[in-house]
């Protein structure tokens, strides 16, 4: 049973930083996408970043680009994403995600990804 728990939400003011984890247990192959989305309640999920945990390549969304970063620590079975520079807007429930290997499509879509976590809370403060 795959399970993803979120980490490292909380409280900061723009400008700042924060360090989400998110660890992975049950993932049958090392072929996932693992993902980070984040919502504002009562709207869609967004898409904020996606890693290969085979081979690390990455994907982010325009509007993180430069200020986040997504990481993995195929050891920890651990999944990251350091936000800098943070911005009001920033402020979410922040998701990480996991994709099955035999899936295919956007990595920007929330429906095709299978395993979610829990949701860890981002708010910057102006």
């Known amino acids: 049973q795959v399970q993803l728990v979120e980490s490292g939400g909380g409280l900061v003011q723009t400008g700042g930083s924060l360090r989400l984890s998110c660890a992975a247990s049950?993932?049958?192959?090392?072929?996932?996408?693992m993902g980070w989305f984040r919502q504002f309640p009562g709207k869609e999920r967004e898409f904020v970043a996606a890693i290969s945990w085979r081979n690390g390549a990455t994907t982010y969304h325009d509007s993180v680009k430069g200020r986040f970063t997504i990481s993995r620590d195929n050891a920890k079975n651990t999944l990251y994403l350091q936000m800098n520079s943070l911005k009001p807007d920033d402020t979410r429930d922040y998701f990480c995600?996991?994709?099955?290997?035999?899936?295919?499509?956007?990595?920007?879509?929330?429906?095709?990804?299978?395993?979610w976590g829990q949701g860890t809370q981002v708010t910057v403060s102006s």
């Open positions: 995600a996991a994709r099955r290997p035999d899936r295919t499509g956007s990595l920007y879509s929330h429906s095709l990804y299978d395993y």
């Open positions: 049950g993932l049958s192959s090392s072929n996932y996408y």
